[in-house]
């Protein structure tokens, strides 16, 4: 089966803590994105790729940092210098050619302890 | 600016009613696509149905409707006879066509009673 895969479910953070979530995607796409969303409130995008070895900032990049080291693979990690992480983050995949739908993984939900 | 505005913050309907979800958008672009995604519960995003700008054809898939207006800038979306299981959360986005990041309105949260 063709999709995309999130882990963990659910991942728990202590205060100064790296955390990373996982994204892959079989799916042959040469897009990824990451998302934020709050409770009540729509997708806020993190950070996006376009391609392998390039990513670029999304609306609120502050606090993460992601890699691009292959293309069924876009971890985001969430720094300690991001105060306010409690979340569920949800991954895209895309084709880069138009109309570029976007296809969701199942989240991740991240809680500070 | 591009931005989506979803009015309606949550609907509740009796099953087999007929409900209409509002979409406005505003954008730039003279060339764009709009979508329609579905959050269930479990919290994974469905996708629905894209449309762009140069089509106004309306389309109907099942119980699925879908009016889209560049008059009024409006994507709207009807579900027919309501189910239960349409009970979730859905979001209307807007492709932005500087780098292809969705923006996404606030969601319309749908409670279909038995």
């Known amino acids: 089966d063709g999709g995309i895969t999130q882990s963990p479910k659910y991942l728990f953070r202590k205060e100064g803590q790296n955390v990373t979530l996982s994204c892959e995607q079989n799916?042959?796409?040469?897009?990824m994105y990451w998302y934020r969303q709050d409770p009540g409130q729509g997708l806020r995008l993190i950070y996006y790729?376009?391609?392998?070895?390039?990513?670029q900032k999304g609306d609120i990049a502050e606090g993460y940092s992601v890699s691009r080291e292959k293309k069924e693979s876009f971890p985001l990690t969430v720094t300690s210098a991001q105060k306010n992480p409690t979340a569920f983050y949800l991954c895209?995949?895309?084709?880069?050619?138009?109309?570029?739908?976007?296809?969701f993984g199942p989240g991740t939900r991240l809680l500070v302890l | 600016a591009q931005k989506v505005t979803q009015a309606q913050t949550e609907i509740s309907v009796v099953e087999k009613e007929d409900v209409t979800l509002d979409c406005v958008y505003e954008t730039r672009d003279t060339t764009y696509y709009l979508f329609w995604y579905k959050q269930p519960p479990s919290g994974e995003l469905v996708f629905l149905i894209r449309r762009n700008s140069f089509d106004e054809q309306n389309e109907i898939s099942g119980r699925y409707s879908w009016n889209f207006q560049k008059s009024t800038s409006s994507f709207n979306f009807t579900i027919t006879a309501s189910q239960v299981v349409d009970s979730a959360v859905y979001f209307c986005a807007l492709k932005d066509n500087q780098g292809g990041k969705l923006i996404f309105g606030q969601g319309t949260e749908l409670s279909v009673k038995p």
């Open positions: 895209a995949s895309s084709r880069t050619g138009l109309p570029k739908t976007q296809y």
């Open positions: 790729s376009q391609i392998v070895n390039d990513f």
């Open positions: 799916l042959n796409h040469d897009a």
